[in-house]
């Protein structure tokens, strides 16, 4: 099975929720640069001082790591029964 980290582990910047402008979100990343966000994107928990994490992602990676939940839960789900793997 893959070894690698989940897609949300790799590509991702620790950034935290600053301020709110008009309809967007400042969002500041660990080094200190700002992205403003759409507030209707945002879960619905954030607020101001929410940690929060900026992920990139390409079409293909994202339904990698579709297919590699999805296998993972298989696996889970498959678990008590013995040694079954997808």
Same mark, same amino acid.
């Given at each position: 099975?893959?070894?690698?980290?989940?897609?949300?582990? @790799?590509?991702?910047?620790?950034?935290?929720?600053?301020?709110?402008?008009?309809?967007?979100?400042?969002?500041?990343?660990?080094?200190?640069?700002?992205? @403003?966000?759409?507030?209707?994107?945002?879960?619905?928990?954030?607020?101001?001082?929410?940690?929060? @994490?900026?992920?990139?992602?390409?079409?293909?990676?994202?339904?990698?790591? @579709?297919?590699?939940?999805?296998?993972?839960?298989?696996?889970?789900?498959?678990?008590?029964?013995?040694?079954?793997?997808?």
């Amino acid at each position: 099975m893959d070894k690698l980290p989940p897609l949300h582990d @790799r590509y991702t910047i620790a950034a935290t929720i600053t301020k709110f402008e008009d309809t967007f979100a400042v969002v500041t990343t660990t080094d200190g640069q700002t992205v @403003r966000w759409p507030i209707k994107e945002l879960p619905d928990d954030c607020a101001i001082g929410s940690q929060v @994490r900026l992920v990139l992602t390409t079409t293909q990676s994202d339904e990698e790591e @579709r297919k590699r939940l999805a296998k993972t839960i298989l696996n889970e789900i498959l678990k008590p029964t013995g040694q079954h793997k997808v």
